[in-house]
């Protein structure tokens, strides 16, 4: 493996599917795990619920990349996005 900090479900990730994906040529494969943080660990950041996270990935407001069945957000999007985010309800998030 060829980066030290990654998370649990990212290790798991790695571990359990990469090698598959490579073998078969996967183009959308994360390069570096680092840069990307789970739907729980956005939801940390966010002072969110996970399930609101999910939400907001669905509706289109979150960029996000699904791999090996679970959401990657690339960690300067968050940023990014966290930096305008007001969790209250009404208040509305803008991306850029």
């Known amino acids: 493996m060829p980066h030290g900090h990654l ?3 990212q290790k ?5 599917r990469v090698e598959f994906l490579q073998q078969f040529g ?3 494969m994360p390069e570096n795990f680092q840069d990307y943080v789970t739907v729980q660990e956005a939801a940390e950041r966010l002072h969110i619920h996970p399930e ?5 990935i669905r509706a289109g407001k979150l960029p ?3 791999f090996a069945n679970v959401w990657l957000i690339e960690r300067a999007i968050l940023e990014q996005y966290a930096a305008r985010y007001d969790p209250r309800p009404g208040n509305k998030a803008r991306l850029f």
């Open 52 to 56: 609101s996270v999910r939400r907001l």
């Open 26 to 28: 996967c183009e959308d």
């Open 12 to 16: 798991r990730l790695y571990y359990g």
């Open 64 to 66: 996000a990349r699904k």
């Open 7 to 9: 998370t649990s479900p």
